[in-house]
């Protein structure tokens, strides 16, 4: 049998009623010393990797192991299985194909996983035992049984680790034990390293050499291919230098074939630019390039510079054990921003797009999780359009958070992407899919439509596109230039650049005036926190058309549905939500009054700044406190009153501070309590649990109001009759309605309803029970509520 056998290979060889050599008994001496369970140990599970027939396997399960066994061979899982065992499940997988994660237990890791005699025959040892790695308990085991080079005729070598293979695998893990066993080595390793990639230069080249190309190549799989360089100990892109007269793609090219035995076209080479940096003392010039299209399978054909070629999952490049070659760490970074930490700076010219169509590739693990998520999304309510499902069954997520693992690339959260230095916040992020959901329904898009864009990373430019389909359109505007790379290179290696156009520029502005459809677009999708409605956004709003966005008022946060009609913006939908803020001249001030000495601070937000002189004399005197009898149950959801009071009451404002820190105002564990400002008086707003159930955990919290200073007394009433009014005519009964129009339009074309007052528009929030305002026009009601106009 051949030294790189295929599935075929194997499948004929247990068809054929072949097996594979029997454990010896010194290997089932050490596994039953090492691996065996404490005598008061819960359930454990086991995974063996390439079981045969199971012979590992059972040993495992008869030593107390629930095992999940993997095989690729249909007929080695067909013989294992024939033998019935409760503790034993068989699957077939291929486990060169990173899908284990499709059987591991929900919740929890393997306490031991075991591969027996195959290592050796694996092409991505280093990939294939990180994602190993992944799925252990905390303090589980890896246990690697391998034939030893050293203990075998030559022409066993293929199917052998040698003791530099043996060293590289046991460099990833803290704790690590070698047995020997015969003619094989036993490993034992636990706790694998958890850090940074480090970054490593090879010795001073001469100087021709210091001009070349690196060549980042992808499989279908979507894996990297890196070799180990065993004399500098680093791994490193396939590249080098350009001969005379010789194009880059012509390098990439040759190169390709050289090193690692790949042949592909000049034609299908695409050129990502050039880096420049200093090393040794000399000027390093390195056009990255990028090939999708090749034929064959990687081979080390210059075993003095690269002895093996492995295919490496993206997600895992941050945290290799071994150096990465600093010029392969760059170029990696420029075809997929922020892949890669601290990498050392190097300038980078751009070239313009090329015409070289990308082949995007993928594990199957992906495609499931994708599937999943689609599902739980269903199953929410949240994708209950045939539409949306295609769309996002569509869109490759993980492939714009390239440095996240698939797991969570596909969980229904924000990712952030980017971090403010400074306070450590996120200023760019990848949205929850679930609220992107809402909003792209509510953004009403049909095939065809004209769509701007505001906020850039690109996976939900491509969800748009392909609600809108090829005769559609998409405008994405980023005002960060690293997002904007990011989404500009993401949209190119999904196949998406044709159909979503980003652009550099500060969205408040709108689309630059050349890429305004004549009648304007049929849908804005904001996809940061906006505290204001800029007037370009409605300007370029075609009539009938939908605005979403996250809208702020009164410091709390609502994805809100808006249809243009005659210039007014009327809400079709709001939900709390939660989104990075706008920068740029969007960007609002969120520095909070503090009160004195006393740790606390009043955030002002869409009431206008009152003098807060006395109020921490007023936190230090005797306070009173009104309970509502108004209860919510744990985890029930209370925005409404939020908003109610936001933009109902007079003086409104959040009280901030350490909720961890003793003192007289109790404030939640969320950002703020709700409060007002009255004079020299102040009150809050305050939950305290009146009944909790142990067994269900089912709890009640009843709403109650502080109240400071002289008047601590009034506003507390104040506070709490709002909290009654919400309760009595509006929990549960009325969605609220906005209404949004240019700032300067008069009281008396507003809509009945509470008045928030933004820079360029006036917010009218409407609730139908008290109002009844619901239906009616602009100018078809009088102004009600306690908004006073702000």
């Not at 068989?90 to 194909?97: A, N």
């Not at 035992?129 to 034939?147: K, Q």
């Not at 021709?208 to 004399?231: D, E, F, H, K």
């Not at 210059?302 to 993206?314: D, G, I, Y």
Request: charged share 25%; aromatic share 6%.
């Amino acid at each position: 049998m051949s030294t790189t056998p295929t599935m075929q290979d194997w499948h004929a060889h247990y068809d054929g009623g072949r097996d594979f050599r029997a454990l010896t008994d010194t290997e089932k001496a050490v596994l039953g010393e090492h691996l065996a369970l404490p005598d008061d140990a819960r359930e454990a599970m086991a995974l063996d990797v390439a079981c045969g027939t199971g012979e590992l396997a059972r040993l495992l399960a008869g030593a107390g192991y629930r095992v999940d066994a993997v095989d690729w061979a249909e007929a080695a899982v067909e013989r294992a299985s024939a033998a019935p065992s409760d503790t034993i499940d068989y699957h077939q997988l291929d486990v060169t194909g990173g899908d284990l994660a499709s059987i591991a237990p929900v919740g929890g890791g393997y306490r031991v996983i075991t591969m027996r005699r195959a290592l050796a025959h694996l092409p991505d040892r280093t990939r294939t035992v990180a994602e190993l790695a992944a799925l252990l308990e905390p303090e589980g085991t890896l246990c690697v049984i391998t034939p030893h080079a050293d203990r075998h005729p030559e022409k066993l070598r293929g199917i052998c680790l040698d003791d530099a293979e043996i060293d590289l695998l046991r460099d990833g893990w803290v704790h690590t034990e070698r047995v020997e066993a015969g003619d094989s080595t036993i490993l034992l390793l636990r706790r694998p390293k958890v850090g940074a990639v480090v970054y490593a230069e090879k010795r001073t080249p001469k100087p021709a050499a210091m001009a070349g190309v690196a060549v980042v190549v992808t499989n279908g799989r979507g894996q990297v291919l890196l070799g180990w360089n065993p004399s500098r100990t680093m791994w490193e892109l396939p590249a080098g230098k350009v001969e005379p007269g010789e194009a880059f793609e012509a390098t990439a090219v040759r190169e390709l074939e050289e090193e690692a035995g790949l042949a592909a076209r000049p034609e299908a080479v695409l050129l990502l630019g050039t880096l420049c940096d200093a090393a040794h003392g000399f000027t390093r010039v390195t056009e990255v390039t990028r090939i999708t299209e090749f034929t064959g399978e990687p081979s080390a054909r210059e075993p003095e510079l690269v002895t093996r070629w492995e295919w490496h999952a993206l997600p895992v490049l941050r945290s290799l054990t071994q150096p990465l070659f600093t010029a392969s760490a760059q170029a990696l970074n420029v075809v997929w921003p922020g892949l890669l930490p601290g990498v050392p700076a190097a300038h980078h010219t751009p070239r313009p797009a090329g015409n070289v169509t990308l082949r995007f590739g993928e594990p199957r693990t992906a495609v499931r999780l994708r599937e999943q998520l689609v599902r739980d999304l269903t199953e929410a309510g949240r994708t209950d359009t045939p539409e949306l499902r295609r769309a996002f069954t569509a869109v490759p997520r993980h492939a714009f958070l390239p440095e996240q693992p698939l797991r969570r690339a596909y969980a229904n959260e924000a990712v952030a992407t980017v971090l403010d230095e400074d306070t450590g916040r996120p200023t760019s992020s990848v949205s929850q899919p679930g609220m992107q959901a809402v909003m792209l329904d509510r953004a009403g898009l049909r095939s065809g439509d004209r769509v701007l864009e505001i906020g850039g990373g690109g996976y939900n430019a491509c969800l748009i596109a392909e609600l809108v389909g090829p005769t559609g359109s998409v405008v994405c505007m980023e005002i960060d230039p690293y997002v904007h790379a990011r989404t500009e290179r993401f949209l190119a290696e999904t196949g998406y650049a044709e159909r979503a156009r980003p652009v550099l520029g500060d969205g408040a502005h709108g689309a630059p005036g050349h890429l305004l459809p004549e009648a304007g677009f049929d849908a804005i999708l904001v996809t940061v926190a906006a505290n204001d409605v800029p007037w370009a956004w409605r300007a370029q709003l075609a009539e009938g058309g939908h605005l979403v966005l996250p809208l702020r008022i009164g410091g709390f946060t609502r994805a809100i549905g808006l249809r243009h009609r005659g210039g007014t913006l009327r809400s079709t939908g709001t939900s709390p939500c939660g989104f990075v803020p706008m920068q740029g001249i969007g960007r609002w001030d969120e520095t909070a009054v503090p009160l004195g000495e006393t740790g606390y601070a009043i955030q002002w937000e869409d009431t206008p700044p009152a003098p807060v002189d006395g109020l921490d004399r007023a936190l230090a005197a005797d306070r009173v406190e009104v309970w509502t009898g108004v209860t919510v149950r744990g985890g029930e959801s209370f925005e409404d009153l939020q908003l109610w009071l936001a933009t109902s009451l007079t003086g409104f404002c959040r009280v901030t501070g350490d909720p961890d820190r003793p003192g007289p105002v109790r404030l939640p564990k969320r950002v703020g309590a709700e409060a007002i400002v009255t004079g020299r008086s102040l009150a809050c707003l305050m939950v305290e649990r009146r009944e909790h159930d142990d067994a269900t955990g089912a709890s009640t919290w009843e709403f109650g109001v502080q109240g400071f200073g002289p008047d601590g007394r009034a506003a507390a009433d104040t506070m709490a009759a709002a909290v009654h009014t919400w309760d009595r005519e509006l929990r549960g009964r009325a969605v609220p309605a906005l209404t949004i129009v240019p700032a300067g339009t008069p009281d008396s074309a507003l809509p009945a309803g509470d008045v928030v007052e933004k820079a360029g528009a006036r917010i009218v929030v409407s609730w139908p029970d008290r109002d009844g305002a619901a239906g009616r026009g602009v100018g078809q009601g009088t102004r009600s509520g306690g908004g006073s106009g702000r």
